[in-house]
């Protein structure tokens, strides 16, 4: 996913960052935007194309920390 790139999700990518992520073993963190709650989150960078947001769908992942 590039920058600003929007998943099915509605999950919008803002930053990727050099962090390790914290529940994938080759996976960055990646922060992302949730485009109905506005919620700013982390989630690794394998997941990003299918992650939901953890505030509106309880079926979501944790997220990572940023
Ligand atoms: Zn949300």
């Known amino acids: ?6 998943n ?6 803002l930053l990727k960052m050099d962090t390790k992520s914290t529940n994938h073993p080759f996976a960055k963190i990646w922060v992302v935007q949730c485009d109905k709650c ?15 947001c953890p505030t509106c769908d309880k079926s979501a992942a944790t997220a990572e920390p940023i």
Do not use: F, P, T, W
Request: charged share 25%; glycine share 14%; with cysteine.
């Open 1 to 6: 996913m590039n920058i600003g790139e929007k």
């Open 8 to 13: 099915k999700n509605g999950q919008v990518l």
């Open 38 to 52: 506005g919620n700013k989150y982390g989630c690794n960078s394998c997941d990003a194309h299918i992650r939901k």
